[in-house]
C-alpha cells in the first residue's frame, strides 16, 4: 500500500497527495468589524483561500473546474499550508 508522509494512501481520498501539490504563495491580511480576515493565492490557478473575518470557518472559494480537486480538504490542512508559507517567509 503507498503511503504518503506516513499516512495511508486511498484512490477515494488522496487529499494527502492535493497537500503536496497545493502551495500557499502569498497573504494578504485584513481587518474586519469583527476580526482579522485573509486572502492566500497558491500556485494553482484561480485556487485561493480565504478567511472572511467575521468568525467563520477558512475555506476555498470555489471557481470551478479550478477548484475541484481541492473541495474536500479541511480547514486544518488549508492552515497548515497557510503556516507552512509563513515559516518560509519568516526564516
Do not use: F
Not at 473575518?53 to 497548515?80: C, L, R, V
Amino acid at each position: 500500500m503507498r503511503t504518503t508522509h506516513g499516512k495511508e494512501y486511498h484512490n477515494w481520498n488522496n487529499s494527502q497527495d492535493d497537500l503536496l501539490k497545493l502551495k500557499v504563495t502569498s497573504v494578504r491580511y485584513y481587518e474586519t468589524r469583527r476580526g482579522t480576515g485573509y486572502q492566500c493565492k497558491t500556485n494553482k490557478e484561480n485556487v485561493e483561500i480565504w478567511n472572511d473575518g467575521n468568525g467563520g470557518a477558512t475555506y476555498i472559494a470555489p471557481h470551478n473546474p479550478h477548484t475541484k480537486p481541492y473541495d474536500h480538504m479541511t480547514e486544518e490542512e488549508m492552515e497548515n499550508l497557510i503556516d507552512q508559507y509563513e515559516e518560509i517567509e519568516n526564516n
